[in-house]
C-alpha cells in the first residue's frame, strides 16, 4: 500500500499540536513517597498508593514540618498510624519546604480515599 504525502496544513497542524500537547508531569517513586516535578527545582510530595495499601486505614498523622523549614534527605515528613502499622515518611531530597498540607492533621482519613491529589503532603524548593 502506498502512503500519500502529508499536506503541507497537515503538517504545520502536526507540527502545533506537538508543541502544546499537554505535557504529563513527571511522578517518582521512592520509598512509599511520590514526587512530581511542579516546576524548575519544586516537588510536591506524596503518599504512593502502594504504601496506603500495606499501612491500611490510617487513624492518625503528625505532621512534624512547618513552611520555611529546611530539610535534609531523610528527614521525617510524616507518621502515620493505622489499625496496622504505625509509619514513618522521609524526604529523598534536601530542601526548603514551601507548603505543607495541615488536612492531614486535622482529618487524617483523606488519605484512605487513595486519591493520589489528595495524598500529598508537602511542597519542597530543592536547592
Known amino acids: ?5 502529508q499536506s503541507f496544513w497537515q503538517r504545520l497542524m502536526n507540527l502545533f499540536r506537538g508543541k502544546h500537547a499537554a505535557s504529563t508531569p513527571t511522578v517518582t517513586v521512592k520509598d512509599g513517597v511520590w514526587l512530581e516535578m511542579r516546576d ?10 502502594d504504601a ?7 487513624s492518625f498523622a503528625d505532621l512534624p514540618i ?23 515518611f522521609k524526604t529523598p531530597y534536601a530542601g526548603t519546604v514551601v507548603k505543607v498540607n495541615e488536612d492531614l492533621v486535622t482529618d487524617p482519613t ?6 493520589q491529589a489528595d495524598n500529598w503532603v508537602l511542597d519542597l524548593q530543592v536547592a
Open 40 to 49: 524548575q527545582g519544586h516537588y510536591r510530595l506524596g503518599l504512593t498508593s
Open 52 to 58: 496506603l495499601e500495606q499501612i491500611g486505614d490510617i
Open 110 to 115: 483523606v488519605i484512605n480515599g487513595n486519591k
Open 66 to 88: 512547618l513552611a520555611d523549614d529546611v530539610l535534609a534527605a531523610g528527614d521525617d515528613i510524616l507518621e502515620v498510624e493505622s489499625d496496622k502499622a504505625v509509619e514513618n
Open 1 to 5: 500500500m502506498t502512503e500519500h504525502p
